[in-house]
């Protein structure tokens, strides 16, 4: 239970850090944030893809979330392949860069989008890896 608060607090993060960056957007173009909003929906599915579909808690994710999503994917758990592990990372970083341009100008937003960014990171690091079932994680100690 516990480690299920700290998965939907990270989460809620990551969607403020999001949030943060389609507001950012909005301010240039309604056209660009709706873009984004998109996008992210677009690339959190495929992460749940590449990563999350091979994770052997997906049916009782701690982020709930993407566990939902992963089960879609009828894929059953195994260990990463480099392949799959290149994309996830690669679709995890690229999930918060379109806003960067347009957070650079807005020093408050800029700033709750990378503290918010931040702490789902160190919320992960601290209190969901150490712990984590998925024994094929990479991040796993
Ligand atoms: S616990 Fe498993 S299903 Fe949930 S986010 Fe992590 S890898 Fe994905």
Redesign the pocket.
């Known amino acids: 239970m516990k480690k299920k608060i700290f998965g939907i607090v990270g989460l809620i993060f990551g969607i403020i850090a999001i949030l943060t960056g389609v507001y950012a957007l909005y301010l240039n173009s309604l056209f660009m944030a709706g873009g984004y909003l998109f996008f992210v929906a677009i690339v959190g599915v495929l992460f749940?893809r590449f990563?999350?579909a091979s994770?052997p808690?997906?049916d009782t994710?701690?982020?709930i979330l993407?566990?939902y999503i992963?089960r879609i994917w009828k894929e059953r758990p195994g260990p990463y392949t480099p392949v799959n592990l290149l994309i996830s990372g690669f679709l995890f970083v690229i999930i918060f860069l379109p806003p960067l341009p347009a957070l650079i100008r807005l020093p408050v937003p800029l700033l709750i989008f990378l503290v918010c960014i931040g702490l789902a990171a160190l919320t992960s690091i601290q209190f969901l890896c150490p712990e984590c079932e998925?024994r094929f994680?990479p991040f796993r100690r």
């Open positions: 749940t990563f999350c994770c808690i997906k994710c701690i982020h993407p566990g992963a998925n994680c």
